[in-house]
DNA sequence: CTACTAATGAAGCGCTCCTTCGTAAGTAGA
DNA sequence: TCTACTTACGAAGGAGCGCTTCATTAGTAG
């Protein structure tokens, strides 16, 4: 029982607009006729939609295509650059930051290191450096700047604040949410970095097209993102995907396998073992192919019972250990297909480290999405 | 990006009309002013939009209600008795069927016994029965069905035929959908029983308002049902809530904690022994409270699977057992408290037997609202 | 230079909703 | 029983939006 408001004549010519700009969103410039004919409004109509949203600023004329038969048509496209969106990804070593137009199209990406246990005030600063350059990698000011949606890892509450996180000490407590409304003079939305991954892999990574993913991070935490019905699941309290925190799925100890392998030479940074593991694995290496398959009987449990209970399209690795998913994939594919009722595809990120950020793009590209079109208000000018 | 068409003036007309569709079954019957003011039309207009409801039949006018100030107001009220939906049941050893109108509401019920090893044609007769018997009850005929929702134990294909049924040995391989197609010459739908008696709940039941709901089918087979964003979650394959199949999740061996306790008499019905022992943990019994406890550490390990995964608002508890909730809600919590993140409300099923066919019923009503309220299609005039 | 193609722009029409205002049908009180 | 008051009804006039139609315009092809 959604709205129960009916409509007036102008509402009708507000969802004509906002159709006139889904459409022009999802092709390049268009003609009027085939505008007209994509929205099924005749060319008239159209026209006078097309001049109200110039005039409001949402859609500009481009120079028509030459080499045409007949009289040369006007051709709109949506100005995506009249406004950017800030994606971020705040890790334990790094600060990453990526810039879109409202499409979602990247423009500018940066990143910016910074130590595990740095104060809190050298991470803030972090994330400023970051978006700033951005911002000046594509000329904009932060005046352009509609969105700003930030993934970190730990476990948030559904307000944005950081209700713990063990990869960055200095984390646990803060109020991010309110941080960043300080920093950014824009909507600002958090979301946990596994979750933002998750999307990311459905919109534009292995998941292309699935309804309902897990995506597993693996690396030396162990972390979820789940999409269902093609949206971000945070559960009630926002504490979706913690499944690592269940003895019984064999999730927390898992990566300890690969870690403390005998291969892995003496005095390796411990961010750096299990890369040893697995690369000895792939050389066939009969020690560290045991210590494979542990951790890969290990991570089988946790997946198993994710895959039991959501029943996915997809299952995505993604993580550190992800760049050894050859290693990875077949082993547990095969454990997957006994425990599983249903087995669902199980593929490898194809996004690498900036999954994070280009989930955040998105997260914030849907959270304009649904605030153009499912909102009654009318179109408001650009400016 | 969903649809791209624009609207028509009688695309107005067709979404006011819907809008006082919506308005009048939300509530009772009202009066024109009220319905203008609730859907924001003027009352001219409205006038209009209920004259052409009122030609097509979806509306009708009631007689003004007496004792009011000024001339009495016209009401008009949907008429939710144009057609019925049914929700059918079939479990082991009975059949159900309930019949209500077009707003959920429930006109009649029956139920037909049946035993769990009879052959497939009597299953479906019983089945004919409860159908005939509930439109028998409410006066209807077989032309006034317009959908059929049936919930069944085992697991389904998305297409609705049987995958496996533990439970019903002739089920197994049934093509279940095509099957009642035959009978009933309308709309058919089949699902999970414990799917539909987790959307039962969550509309009307213990769970009552949670977006994201868990319900468990505690009895001699567990079984599960998830509500995530309010709508039934059947998962790619429609395997979701299988995770009685991970071992590790401790959940197929549970039941016979209770089953197998020494205070069962010998002899007993293996489907009511765990009866004994939930009576005899009420009333102190130590053996008896000792089995419980090893039932519930057990059930607690799935559930806690669950609700790490999603972080439901609630769970629910329904099926057999749950008929001694008061016996296994506290430990349940108590372990639960310990192993999750962020802690549900657990509460036990307020529906009993009944819960399968009412959220049969839900679905179908959900079914059609979709329908109804998503389509292009112009309102077709109702005999 | 002419024929052809395809988009443009203006005119006229119909539908839907809005506002306004006089009228009708009740109740409350003298 | 009559009058005043309250509330709903119904008709009239007006504005906004989209549709169809048709003459006009700006290109390409030969």
Redesign the interface.
């Known amino acids: 029982?959604a709205?129960?408001?009916?409509?007036?004549?102008s509402?009708?010519r507000q969802?004509?607009s906002l159709?006139?700009i889904?459409?022009l969103r999802?092709a390049g410039p268009l003609t009027l006729s085939a505008l007209a004919e994509?929205?099924?409004?005749s060319r008239p109509?159209m026209k006078e939609v097309a001049d109200e949203l110039m005039e409001l600023g949402w859609v500009e004329e481009v120079p028509p295509s030459p080499g045409t038969m007949g009289r040369p048509a006007r051709r709109y496209r949506f100005r995506a650059d009249s406004g950017c969106l800030v994606g971020v990804d705040i890790g334990g070593h790094n600060v990453r930051a990526a810039l879109s137009d409202l499409d979602g199209e990247i423009l500018a990406e940066t990143r910016q290191p910074v130590l595990p246990d740095a104060p809190l005030e050298e991470r803030l600063a972090a994330i400023d450096r970051a978006v700033s350059g951005c911002l000046a990698l594509s000329g904009r000011s932060a005046a352009d700047l509609w969105t700003v949606a930030a993934g970190t890892t730990g476990?948030l509450t559904p307000e944005g604040r950081i209700a713990f996180s063990a990869a960055i000490p200095a984390w646990t407590g803060l109020d991010l949410a309110a941080k960043l409304r300080e920093m950014f003079p824009c909507q600002v939305l958090i979301e946990n970095d596994s979750r933002l991954a998750a999307l990311a892999e459905a919109r534009r990574g292995a998941a292309q097209g699935?309804?309902?993913v897990v995506f597993l991070h693996v690396g030396r935490r162990m972390g979820?993102g789940?999409i269902?019905?093609g949206?971000v699941?945070?559960?009630?309290?926002?504490?979706?995907?913690?499944?690592v925190?269940?003895p019984?799925?064999?999730w927390y100890d898992a990566p300890e396998h690969l870690n403390g392998c005998e291969v892995v030479p003496e005095g390796t940074a411990p961010e750096d073992a299990a890369g040893y593991t697995l690369a000895a694995a792939r050389d066939g290496h009969p020690v560290a192919l045991a210590a494979v398959d542990r951790y890969v009987d290990d991570l089988a449990?946790g997946t198993?019972?994710?895959v039991?209970?959501?029943?996915?399209?997809m299952v995505v690795l993604g993580g550190g250990f992800s760049r050894s998913a050859d290693v990875l994939l077949a082993p547990l594919r095969e454990r997957l297909e006994r425990?599983?009722?249903?087995m669902?595809e199980v593929r490898a990120s194809t996004l690498g480290d900036e999954c994070v950020v280009m989930g955040a793009i998105d997260y914030a590209a849907d959270h304009l999405d649904r605030e153009l079109f499912t909102s009654d208000a009318p179109l408001t000018p650009l400016r």
Chains 1, 2 share one sequence.
């Open positions: 029982m709205d129960l408001r009916g409509g007036d004549l509402r009708l969802l004509n159709t006139a889904r459409a999802g994509r929205t099924g409004l109509s476990v699935a309804r309902d979820t789940l269902i019905d949206k699941h945070r559960g009630f309290g926002a504490a979706a995907g913690e499944i925190m269940l019984e799925a064999r449990v198993a019972a994710m039991l209970v959501l029943d996915p399209q425990a599983c009722m249903r669902p």
